[in-house]
């Protein structure tokens, strides 16, 4: 065998590897981890939340509600959320390191009107590669810094002192 053929034959998974999809992971204390795909968000429950950016325009995102990733993954939603539950927070880890929490009650619907989006447009575009390909969007909020973007990772943790 050539072996140019050979290099490339040897090389060709790791190209595959480096070509892989985005992809969003739901993991910790859930009854199902998640790896979910743009393909797989968009086939989700949809919503759309409003912020304004630093610029002082309003831009309309669009994804799947928080929420229903969470009870997808089976982390406790809605009456689950109760005195046995109440201290599970949602850590997001985002590709250059950032990370924020929210507890679980600050994203649902028996407890706040503020929905929290995983978006992957907004204005009707895709997200720019810089701020993709997934945001978390949190609405009604006075700072922007909980909207942390290039999601990577939602983990569910179950905090006790
Ligand atoms: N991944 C990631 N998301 C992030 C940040 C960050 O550094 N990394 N900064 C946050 C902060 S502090 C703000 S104010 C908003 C808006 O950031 P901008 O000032 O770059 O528009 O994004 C938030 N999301
Ligand atoms: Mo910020």
Redesign the pocket.
């Not at 090389?11 to 969003?24: D, E, M």
């Not at 998640?34 to 994804?63: C, N, V, W």
């Not at 959320?81 to 950032?98: F, S």
């Not at 009604?140 to 569910?156: D, H, T, Y």
């Given at each position: 065998m050539k072996p140019l053929l050979l290099l490339s034959l040897l090389i060709s998974p790791f190209c595959l590897l480096a070509q892989q999809q985005p992809v969003l992971k739901i993991k910790g204390s859930v009854k199902t981890e998640l790896t979910l795909s743009a393909a797989d968000l968009q086939r989700m429950p949809r919503a759309t939340a409003t912020i304004k950016?630093?610029d002082g325009k309003d831009y309309t995102f669009s994804g799947v509600p928080v929420q229903a990733v969470l009870e997808a993954a089976g982390a406790p939603v809605g009456k689950q959320l109760n005195k046995a539950t109440l201290n599970t927070c949602l850590l997001i880890r985002?590709?250059?390191?950032?990370q924020?929490a929210y507890s679980l009650a600050e994203l649902d619907s028996s407890f706040t009107n503020n929905v929290a989006i995983i978006a992957d447009q907004v204005n009707g575009q895709p997200l720019p590669g810089n701020?993709g390909p997934f945001?978390?969007i949190m609405p009604g909020e006075k700072?922007?810094?909980?909207?942390?973007?290039?999601?990577e990772e939602l983990i569910v943790v179950s905090i006790k002192e």
């Amino acid at each position: 065998m050539k072996p140019l053929l050979l290099l490339s034959l040897l090389i060709s998974p790791f190209c595959l590897l480096a070509q892989q999809q985005p992809v969003l992971k739901i993991k910790g204390s859930v009854k199902t981890e998640l790896t979910l795909s743009a393909a797989d968000l968009q086939r989700m429950p949809r919503a759309t939340a409003t912020i304004k950016e630093h610029d002082g325009k309003d831009y309309t995102f669009s994804g799947v509600p928080v929420q229903a990733v969470l009870e997808a993954a089976g982390a406790p939603v809605g009456k689950q959320l109760n005195k046995a539950t109440l201290n599970t927070c949602l850590l997001i880890r985002c590709a250059d390191g950032y990370q924020v929490a929210y507890s679980l009650a600050e994203l649902d619907s028996s407890f706040t009107n503020n929905v929290a989006i995983i978006a992957d447009q907004v204005n009707g575009q895709p997200l720019p590669g810089n701020r993709g390909p997934f945001r978390f969007i949190m609405p009604g909020e006075k700072k922007l810094a909980r909207s942390a973007f290039k999601l990577e990772e939602l983990i569910v943790v179950s905090i006790k002192e």
